[in-house]
T-cell receptor, first 110, second 115 residues
Framework: RKEVEQDPGPFNVPEGATVAFNCTYS??????FFWYRQDCRKEPKLLMS???SGNEDGRFTAQLNRASQYISLLIRDSKLSDSATYLC???????????FGTGTSLTVIP | NAGVMQNPRHLVRRRGQEARLRCSPMKGHSHVYWYRQLPEEGLKFMVY????????ESGMPKERFSAEFPKEGPSILRIQQVVRGDSAAYFC?????????????FGDGTRLSIL
């Protein structure tokens, strides 16, 4: 079983739509969770950390469900500039590694 | 630019040559991570280093690959006797501490092409 699994998509949504991504992780001892975005052929960029109580940053909301071992990302009022691949990241039980999901592709359509 | 600096951005090598990829972490960061990304795939952890120490190299192939992070200078990922399968984007990331709740900041990556 992979450490982190994501639905690869693609998700094609119209501008203004709300879209949600889920990610599951296998290691119940994981403590740190992040969402990154990666544009085509560019480096991953931190979008937001995911906290136990859930957190929001503008149009983006992240949730953590430890019991079911998944994290989610909700994007409201999608913009064209949101088009990217969204990577779910979870730390290893040793703390030495971060495991990246293969990413979920989002295209926002005018 | 105080971000993670990687060079070269693009590197072309012939089979059997050596490739050296360099990474200077963000100012104040002493922890460096190397990842490899194949086309249409996710990032795969290779190695985690702190100044002068390899902390975890469990993701690095046992042969031909090595990494270092000297006291002075950038971290180096070295690939000897490159093969076609080494063609990939290699990303370096840094963080300020070993605390794993700190997010990593990535460099622009080095695109390695093997002819």
């Amino acid at each position: 079983r992979k450490e982190v699994e994501q639905d690869p998509g693609p998700f094609n949504v119209p501008e203004g739509a709300t879209v949600a991504f889920n990610c599951t992780y296998s290691n119940s001892a994981s403590q740190s969770f992040f969402w990154y975005r990666q544009d085509c052929r560019k480096e991953p960029k931190l979008l937001m950390s995911v906290y136990s109580s859930g957190n929001e940053d503008g149009r983006f909301t992240a949730q953590l469900n430890r019991a079911s071992q998944y994290i989610s990302l909700l994007i409201r009022d999608s913009k064209l500039s949101d088009s990217a691949t969204y990577l779910c990241v979870v730390n290893s039980n040793t703390g030495n590694q971060f495991y990246f999901g293969t990413g979920t592709s989002l295209t926002v359509i005018p | 630019n105080a971000g993670v600096m990687q060079n070269p951005r693009h590197l072309v090598r012939r089979r059997g040559q050596e490739a050296r990829l360099r990474c200077s972490p963000m100012k104040g960061h002493s922890h460096v991570y190397w990842y490899r990304q194949l086309p249409e795939e996710g990032l795969k952890f290779m190695v985690y280093l702190q100044k002068e120490n390899i902390i975890d190299e469990s993701g690095m192939p046992k042969e031909r690959f090595s990494a270092e992070f000297p006291k002075e200078g950038p971290s180096i990922l070295r690939i000897q006797q490159v093969v076609r399968g080494d063609s990939a984007a290699y990303f370096c990331a840094s963080s300020p501490s070993r605390q794993n709740e700190e997010p990593q900041h990535f460099g622009d990556g080095t695109r390695l092409s093997i002819l």
